[in-house]
T-cell receptor, first 115, second 115 residues
């Protein structure tokens, strides 16, 4: 079965400093992985996705993630945090065990950005 | 493009009642999936509809049922509401592709409170 584990439930950074949100995955085959962001009272927005084309994936708003098969990790990074980055972030894996795609979400990491 | 729209945005129901939530998918999308997001947790897959049929289901009781209409819109019904059904219900639309990296677009959700 596919699963993802987000290693930090809360991360706090200062504005202008780097962001690192950690995610490990478990998959019996080559996974499709995603990062989604959820701002308060808003729906989920796709930040980026990994589909085996390239191990370093660039997304929106300056975020990127690196797929490391040897470490079964897909950590999300951003060089410089902005106040508007404060939100809940979800690492997600696509599960095809039922024959069709469904998304399996991690528990989420709440990112706080301080001035 | 209006994206994925859900109604209502908020709902308060009493234990034992029944509720219907509605979703209109993004233009051009033919697949609708429903997720339940309890407070402080990641979304959990409920079921997925394609061509007006439920094609896969998560670990939810039969009290949760759904429907998809010819125009691809969808309803989620929950019978005999329990306090534990209080959550944000998210609708996601996508194309009926079997590709694992198919992107899902989410609505803003319906916040259901059971009292």
């Amino acid at each position: 079965a596919q699963s993802v584990t987000q290693l930090d439930s809360h991360v706090s950074v200062s504005e202008g400093t780097p962001v690192l949100l950690r995610c490990n995955y478990s998959s019996s085959y080559s996974p499709s992985l995603f990062w989604y962001v959820q701002h308060p009272n808003k729906g989920l927005q796709l930040l980026l996705k990994y589909t085996s084309a390239a191990t370093l994936v660039k997304g929106i708003n300056g975020f990127e993630a690196e797929f490391k098969k040897s470490e079964t990790s897909f950590h999300l990074t951003k060089p410089s945090a902005h106040m508007s980055d404060a939100a809940e972030y979800f690492c997600v894996v696509s599960d095809r065990s039922g024959g069709y795609n469904k998304l399996i979400f991690g528990a989420g990491t709440r990112l706080a950005v301080h001035p | 493009d209006a994206g994925v729209t859900q109604s209502p945005t908020h709902l308060i129901k009493t234990r034992g009642q029944q509720v219907t939530l509605r979703c209109s998918p993004k233009s051009g999308h033919d697949t609708v999936s429903w997720y339940q997001q309890a407070l402080g947790q990641g979304p959990q897959f409920i079921f997925q509809y394609y061509e007006e049929e439920e094609r896969q289901r998560g670990n939810f009781p039969d009290r949760f049922s759904g429907h998809q209409f010819p125009n691809y819109s969808s309803e989620l019904n929950v019978n005999a509401l329990l306090l534990g059904d209080s959550a944000l219900y998210l609708c996601a639309s996508s194309l009926g592709s079997l590709q694992a990296h198919t992107e899902a677009f989410f609505g803003q959700g319906t916040r259901l409170t059971v009292v």
